[in-house]
Each structure stands twice: as structure tokens, then as C-alpha cells.
């Protein structure tokens, strides 16, 4: 099975700081995704990346930016940490194949609390 | 925009009862995933609906697609309380693209069951 693994279950940072939230998977997958989710809003995609050093803005990117310098690794970046991104981050794998076969792994996610 | 919806956003229900979640989205896809999410936890992926009319069946959960209503359903059987979770369905409107896009999520049906 895939697995998606996030380094941290829980994190608490003050405001200001510069946070590295990591993600890694183990399947060689080309594509890899930052969620964050939020009570009564779901889960809205803040970045993405289809390949090594490529990223492209998902719906809510502002306040955030990531790094993919290798294809197992995503990581994303809150550059000074506002209590509004006090939220739970949810990293996704998948790939999806020219017959619609294949789909995504979700990680465990990282409650984020800024204080 | 894409834009999901699903209802109800709470229910709460029976044991030995049926009932029926509803999924709508706004733009044409025929690759739609409905995801269970227990308190705490990340997605846990249950049925993935490929084409017009796909109907899948896991246990008491059966999902099926009407693409051209743009509709789809998650159905629950005689439910137990084991099924209390959060249940989320996902478009996904590029997946020929190899699914580099990522998915767009409904916010989510909090299900609770009583013996």
C-alpha cells in the first residue's frame, strides 16, 4: 500500500515563526498535495506539484509557499505563522493512470496550532 | 469554479435504518471518490466511481455516479454504529491529466448512528 507519512501529528507554534510542515511518500508518485481542513469548510487545497521543483497554486496559497527538491518529498512552508493557519494539514500522494485507474493516499495530517 | 455540495451536513440516525447522502457538483467529471474520516484521524478512501452509472458496493455503503445530473450517492443499509464517521465525496475534473490537479471535496456529512 501507499504510504504517506507527515513528520508531525502536532504542532504548536507562535506567531511569527516559520513553520516546515514535511510530507513523504513512498511510491514513487509524481503528484503530491497540501490540504488544510477546517470545521464546516471541508478540505481546500492550498498547493500542489505534478513534478521535482514544480509547484502550482491550489485554492487558498496565500501565506503559504512548499518545496519539492526530491519526488518522495513535499514540504510545506508557513513563512511567519498568523493564528488564522491554526488548522489541521492533510498531505496527499496519488497518480492517476490513462484508464482512471489508480487515486490518492492520504497522510495522518498535523494539527497546526499558532499561538 | 467547481463547486461540491453535499447533504445533509449532519444526520443522525438509527441503528437498522437506511439512508441515502447526496453528492452534487457543478462541472462535468466522471471520476468522483467518497472518503470515511473518523474523529482524529486522516481519509480513509472507499469507493472510487469512474464512469456514468458506476455502482459500488463495500458491506452496508453502495455508491453510485450519474454523471449527467452531476449527481452522485452514498447509500447506507441497515446502519451500526461502527458507520458514525464523517463522510466526504471528491471530484476530480482533470484525472486525465494523470491527476495532477488534485481533488475538489464537499464539506463533509457528519453521520451519526444510535443504538
Known amino acids: 500500500d501507499v504510504k504517506v507519512t507527515q513528520s508531525s501529528r502536532y504542532l504548536v507554534k507562535r506567531t511569527g515563526e516559520k513553520v516546515f510542515l514535511e510530507c513523504v511518500q513512498d511510491m514513487d508518485h509524481e503528484n503530491m498535495f497540501w490540504y488544510r481542513q477546517d470545521p464546516g469548510l471541508g478540505l481546500r487545497l492550498i498547493y500542489f506539484s505534478y513534478d521535482v521543483k514544480m509547484k502550482e497554486k491550489g485554492d487558498i496559497p496565500e501565506g503559504y509557499s512548499v518545496s519539492r527538491e526530491k519526488k518522495e518529498r513535499f514540504s510545506l512552508i508557513l513563512e511567519s505563522a498568523s493564528t488564522n493557519q491554526t488548522s489541521m494539514y492533510l498531505c496527499?500522494?496519488?497518480?492517476?493512470?490513462?484508464?482512471?485507474?489508480?487515486?490518492?493516499?492520504f497522510g495522518s495530517g498535523t494539527r497546526l496550532t499558532v499561538v | 469554479e467547481l463547486k461540491v455540495e453535499q447533504n445533509p451536513l449532519f444526520l443522525s440516525m438509527q441503528e437498522g435504518k437506511n439512508y441515502t447522502i447526496y453528492c452534487n457538483y457543478s462541472t462535468t467529471s466522471d471520476r468522483l471518490y467518497w472518503y470515511r474520516q473518523d474523529p482524529g484521524k486522516s481519509l480513509e478512501s472507499l469507493f472510487v466511481l469512474l464512469s456514468n452509472g458506476a455502482v459500488k458496493q463495500e458491506g452496508r455503503l453502495m455508491a453510485s455516479l450519474d454523471t449527467k445530473a452531476r449527481l452522485s450517492t452514498l447509500h447506507i443499509t441497515a446502519a451500526v454504529h461502527d458507520l458514525s464517521a464523517t463522510y466526504f465525496c471528491?471530484?476530480?475534473?482533470?484525472?486525465?491529466?494523470?491527476?495532477?490537479?488534485?481533488?475538489?471535496f464537499g464539506k463533509g456529512t457528519h453521520l451519526i448512528i444510535q443504538p
Open positions: 471528491a471530484v476530480d475534473i482533470n484525472w486525465s491529466g494523470g491527476g495532477a490537479d488534485g481533488l475538489t
Open positions: 496527499a500522494s496519488g497518480q492517476v493512470g490513462v484508464s482512471g485507474e489508480g487515486g490518492y493516499t
